[in-house]
């Protein structure tokens, strides 16, 4: 099955990029460019999914409801 999540990616501290999705708690990853902190984010959602499906669980569904504020 094919999803779509949504997934935010922002320059850590230590100066790897990290890859969180908003809709699965907890699931983060990092990476040391963009492109690996997103090929290591869905990875990461996979096997969330997975887990959640092994123990019979649901699976939170996505909403994309992200805004962008200017301050």
């Known amino acids: 099955m094919n999803q779509r999540r949504q997934v935010l990616v922002?320059?850590?501290?230590d100066g790897f990029w990290v890859a969180e999705c908003p809709s699965l708690?907890?699931?983060?990853s990092q990476g040391a460019s963009k492109l690996e902190a997103l090929a290591n984010i869905k990875e990461a959602i996979e096997?969330?999914?997975a887990a959640l499906q092994a123990d019979s669980l649901p699976v939170p569904e996505?909403?994309?409801?992200?805004?962008?504020?200017?301050?």
Do not use: L, R
Not at 10 to 13: D, L, S, V
Not at 25 to 28: E, L
Not at 62 to 71: I, L, P, Y
């Open 25 to 28: 708690p907890g699931c983060i």
């Open 62 to 71: 996505d909403h994309f409801d992200a805004e962008v504020v200017s301050v």
């Open 10 to 13: 922002y320059p850590g501290e």
């Open 47 to 49: 096997g969330y999914v």
